[in-house]
């Protein structure tokens, strides 16, 4: 079946406007995280969503950092107000799961978001 | 808090070496480790997956091994190709739901 997909793969955009990225899960998982990678950085938790449980948010760096997912699949994460530091490859992956981390996770390709 | 540390930062081999990749962490109770792979610009492949109550996890020419009691794991690469260049990653749960290395750049020469 198809891998997780995510859109746009690249995006452009001047600081301080909102960017909106696109997470399709592997169908029938019921976990989706989101990660950030910096340049030079290592990957860095952003926000886990299982099920219908509230999400585990702990990761999201400020409040201009927002994620749903509808229906249990797909995920939007939004980025408000962007400034240059929110310049990364934003990756998200999905799990068959019970518990936050032990399953296997399956990577989407990523979105490269630049801020100028 | 979960650390995990990958050694070396980069390594180069010249085709048909055999090599190990090394990872460690530093809170031992894991439910398991996972290896990836990530080509530049690229998103991450799973190569192996670990449960804590294995030893070891093969897949062709790889070969995980998993020590809990020491914090350590290591990604044997058999007979090295040049497709094989690209940086690998190991990562395990911990306080987020899957804490990384920071990763080996590994290069494979022709």
Redesign the interface.
Request: glycine share 22%.
């Given at each position: 079946g198809a891998g997780v997909s995510q859109s746009p793969s690249n995006k452009v955009t001047e600081k301080g406007k909102d960017v909106e990225l696109r997470c399709d899960p592997i169908s029938g998982h019921t976990a989706l995280y989101w990660y950030r990678q910096s340049l030079g950085q290592g990957l860095e938790f952003l926000i886990y969503f299982q099920g219908n449980s509230a999400p585990d948010k702990s990761g999201l760096p400020s409040d201009r950092f927002s994620a749903e997912r509808t229906g249990g699949s797909v995920s939007t994460l939004t980025i408000q107000r962007t400034q240059q530091e929110d310049s990364a490859v934003y990756l998200c992956a999905s799990s068959l799961v019970r518990l936050a981390g032990t399953g296997e996770q399956f990577f989407g390709p990523g979105t490269r978001l630049t801020v100028l | 808090k979960q650390e995990v540390t990958q050694i070396p930062a980069a390594l180069s081999v010249p085709e048909g070496e055999n090599l190990v990749l090394n990872c460690s962490f530093t809170d031992s109770a894991i439910?398991?480790l996972?290896w990836?792979r990530q080509d530049p610009?690229?998103?991450?492949?799973?190569l192996l997956?670990i449960q804590s109550s294995q030893r070891e996890q093969t897949s062709g020419r790889l070969n995980a091994s998993l020590d809990k009691s020491s914090g350590r794991s290591t990604l044997y690469i058999a007979a090295s190709q040049p497709g094989d260049s690209a940086t690998y990653?190991c990562?395990v749960?911990?306080n987020?739901?899957?804490?990384?290395?920071?990763?080996t750049r590994l290069s494979v020469i022709a």
């Open positions: - | 439910y398991n996972q990836f610009g690229k998103g991450l492949t799973s997956l990653l990562a749960p911990g987020t739901p899957l804490v990384f290395g920071k990763g």
